[in-house]
Protein backbone atom coordinates (compact mmCIF):
# COMPACT_ATOMS: atom_id res chain seq x y z
CA UNK A 1 0.00 0.00 0.00
CA UNK A 2 1.71 2.67 -1.28
CA UNK A 3 0.55 6.54 -0.97
CA UNK A 4 1.28 9.05 -3.28
CA UNK A 5 1.99 11.98 -1.26
CA UNK A 6 2.33 14.60 -4.42
CA UNK A 7 -1.81 14.73 -4.69
CA UNK A 8 -2.63 15.13 -1.08
CA UNK A 9 -1.78 19.02 0.93
CA UNK A 10 0.87 18.78 3.40
CA UNK A 11 -0.05 21.51 6.49
CA UNK A 12 2.73 21.72 8.78
CA UNK A 13 1.29 22.36 12.60
CA UNK A 14 3.02 23.00 16.02
CA UNK A 15 1.32 22.13 19.40
CA UNK A 16 -0.06 25.41 21.13
CA UNK A 17 -1.60 26.25 24.64
CA UNK A 18 -4.02 28.48 25.05
CA UNK A 19 -3.08 31.77 27.10
CA UNK A 20 -6.65 32.02 28.53
CA UNK A 21 -7.51 28.81 29.89
CA UNK A 22 -3.80 26.46 29.33
CA UNK A 23 -5.96 23.93 27.00
CA UNK A 24 -3.76 22.12 24.22
CA UNK A 25 -4.74 22.79 20.52
CA UNK A 26 -2.96 21.97 17.07
CA UNK A 27 -2.19 25.69 14.78
CA UNK A 28 -0.45 26.13 11.97
CA UNK A 29 3.24 26.56 12.02
CA UNK A 30 3.69 30.43 11.84
CA UNK A 31 0.45 31.66 12.48
CA UNK A 32 0.41 34.40 15.38
CA UNK A 33 -2.82 32.97 17.22
CA UNK A 34 -2.78 32.61 21.24
CA UNK A 35 -5.66 31.65 22.17
CA UNK A 36 -8.06 28.01 20.88
CA UNK A 37 -11.30 28.40 19.40
CA UNK A 38 -13.26 28.11 22.55
CA UNK A 39 -11.83 31.47 23.85
CA UNK A 40 -11.66 33.35 20.72
CA UNK A 41 -15.46 34.69 21.72
CA UNK A 42 -14.70 35.45 24.98
CA UNK A 43 -11.46 37.68 24.30
CA UNK A 44 -12.83 39.62 21.65
CA UNK A 45 -15.52 40.65 24.17
CA UNK A 46 -12.88 42.57 26.41
CA UNK A 47 -11.83 46.28 25.96
CA UNK A 48 -8.62 46.57 23.65
CA UNK A 49 -6.10 47.91 25.58
CA UNK A 50 -5.09 51.95 25.54
CA UNK A 51 -1.27 52.64 25.32
CA UNK A 52 0.55 53.39 27.92
CA UNK A 53 1.94 56.79 27.85
CA UNK A 54 5.59 57.10 27.88
CA UNK A 55 7.27 58.82 31.47
CA UNK A 56 10.25 61.35 30.28
CA UNK A 57 12.70 60.42 33.48
CA UNK A 58 15.46 63.42 33.85
CA UNK A 59 18.86 62.62 34.01
CA UNK A 60 21.06 63.74 37.13
CA UNK A 61 22.31 66.74 37.55
CA UNK A 62 25.63 66.92 37.16
CA UNK A 63 26.65 68.76 40.04
CA UNK A 64 25.93 65.55 42.01
CA UNK A 65 27.80 62.97 39.55
CA UNK A 66 30.54 65.37 39.90
CA UNK A 67 30.34 65.35 43.46
CA UNK A 68 30.57 61.21 43.92
CA UNK A 69 33.43 61.65 41.33
CA UNK A 70 35.07 63.35 43.98
CA UNK A 71 33.94 61.54 46.88
CA UNK A 72 31.68 63.81 48.72
CA UNK A 73 28.85 61.05 48.17
CA UNK A 74 30.60 59.47 50.39
CA UNK A 75 31.23 62.34 53.04
CA UNK A 76 27.03 62.49 52.58
CA UNK A 77 26.39 58.84 53.67
CA UNK A 78 28.81 58.67 56.46
CA UNK A 79 27.43 61.76 58.37
CA UNK A 80 24.02 60.30 57.68
CA UNK A 81 24.83 56.98 59.19
CA UNK A 82 24.91 54.94 56.06
CA UNK A 83 28.20 53.32 54.44
CA UNK A 84 29.87 53.82 51.86
Known amino acids: MSRDISSKEIVR ?4 YCERCGRMWLRTM ?4 VYCDACQPA ?5 VRKPMQSVRLEAAKRDN ?3 CSTGKCE ?7 GAA
Open 65 to 67: ADA
Open 43 to 47: IAELP
Open 13 to 16: VELK
Open 75 to 81: QKLQSAG
Open 30 to 33: GDMQ
